[in-house]
């Protein structure tokens, strides 16, 4: 099993640019979620989804936007890049919602906005 | 509020010497609370969780409810140990999102 996978690795955009970060998950877990880590900021909470069809907001999710169209997939939007963006973004999933089983985090997208 | 509290932004000790790590948490509920660490360009694993009461790579965490804390101890800390790490809270209800604190980075010296 792959676990959970996370395209691109890395990327650099230009200030009102939208793009795509996708996330799939080979474990038929329930729940999916993007975090953005940040230096001395810790991980917040963008969007989240407890199911295929349901999706919610997190901490912040100002500027991003999300689909679950299937289980596996949870791809996170930027509509309009902004510097404020930059950060380093990470997707998880874990069996179902209020699962004390551990989340497995992708291994990240680095993103840049210029 | 639900919180989690890392107060260290860095803990630097050397090899051998032990380590304690501390996380205090705000959580009206039963908390469950979890241990994440990052190595240098990883991913994010989990180390432990409360709810397991397990030792995992030598480091522990006892939840302290009376101080609402879960602070994360290793007798002799080793160069591997070197890692960012996050203490995290699960939100209960339908939402099942992890509240993560700011996290700690450990640097072991030789």
Redesign the interface.
Same mark, same amino acid.
């Given at each position: 099993n792959a676990g959970v996978t996370q395209t691109p690795k890395f990327q650099v955009l230009k200030t009102g640019q939208s793009m795509t970060l996708q996330c799939a998950q080979d474990m038929n877990h329930e729940y999916m979620s993007w975090y953005r880590q940040d230096p001395g900021m810790g991980l917040r909470l963008i969007h989240y989804s407890v199911g295929a069809g349901i999706t919610d907001q997190g901490e912040v999710p100002n500027g991003y936007n999300v689909s679950r169209s299937t289980t596996e997939d949870f791809p996170l939007r930027l509509l309009s890049a902004a510097p404020s963006q930059t950060s380093v973004y990470f997707c998880a999933s874990s069996p179902r919602a209020s699962s004390n089983q551990p989340q497995h985090f992708g291994d990240g997208t680095r993103l840049s906005i210029l | 509020a639900q919180r989690v509290t890392?107060p260290e =932004?860095l803990l630097s000790v050397f090899k051998g010497a032990p380590v304690e790590l501390k996380c205090n948490y705000s959580y009206s509920g039963s908390p469950?609370l +979890?241990w994440y660490v990052q190595y240098s360009r &990883? #991913? /994010? &694993? @989990?180390l432990l #969780?409360h $709810?397991s009461r397990e030792s995992i790579k030598g480091f522990t965490a006892d939840l302290n409810k009376g101080e609402t804390s879960f602070h994360l101890k290793k007798p002799f800390a080793q160069e591997e140990d070197s890692a960012m790490y996050?203490c995290a809270l /699960?939100n *209960?209800?339908? &939402?099942?999102? @992890? $509240? +993560? *604190? =700011?996290?700690t980075k450990l640097s072991v010296k030789p």
């Open positions: - | 890392q =932004k469950e +979890f &990883q #991913r /994010l &694993q @989990l #969780r $709810i996050y /699960l *209960g209800g339908s &939402q099942g999102n @992890l $509240i +993560f *604190g =700011k996290g």
